[in-house]
Nanobody, 115 residues
Framework: QVQLVESGGGLVQPGGSLRLSCAASGSIFSISAMGWYRQAPGKQREFVARITSGGSTNYADSVKGRFTISRDNAKNTVYLQMNSLKPEDTAVYYC?????????WGQGTQVTVSS
């Protein structure tokens, strides 16, 4: 099994930056891709960014040029660097791992962008 633990959320002013971390443990060799999703109040969970085991990345149009996903294989950790944050980025951010045909989720971390 794979377990995911997120950290790094918080309150930031518009235009500011945050970095989210997602540490994976367990059967990490079985992970084919990891990514981030977010869910704002009253809205459905939406895709933010993904990085595959081969290092390919893709992003939602709403965050392209502002967010960067990366990974540290030695630490089994994926990061989401978020710059130029906007109030509409406010949401609970969830780490995701694709394990075979299954999706594994972290517990989520709150990001609030407000002045």
């Amino acid at each position: 099994q794979v377990q995911l633990v997120e950290s790094g959320g918080g309150l930031v002013q518009p235009g500011g930056s945050l970095r989210l971390s997602c540490a994976a443990s367990g059967s990490i060799f079985s992970i084919s891709a990891m990514g981030w999703y977010r869910q704002a109040p009253g809205k459905q969970r939406e895709f933010v960014a993904r990085i595959t085991s081969g290092g390919s990345t893709n992003y939602a149009d709403s965050v392209k040029g502002r967010f960067t996903i990366s990974r540290d294989n030695a630490k089994n950790t994926v990061y989401l660097q978020m710059n130029s944050l906007k109030p509409e980025d406010t949401a609970v951010y969830y780490c995701n791992a694709i394990v075979g045909f299954r999706n594994v989720w972290g517990q989520g971390t709150q990001v609030t962008v407000s002045s």
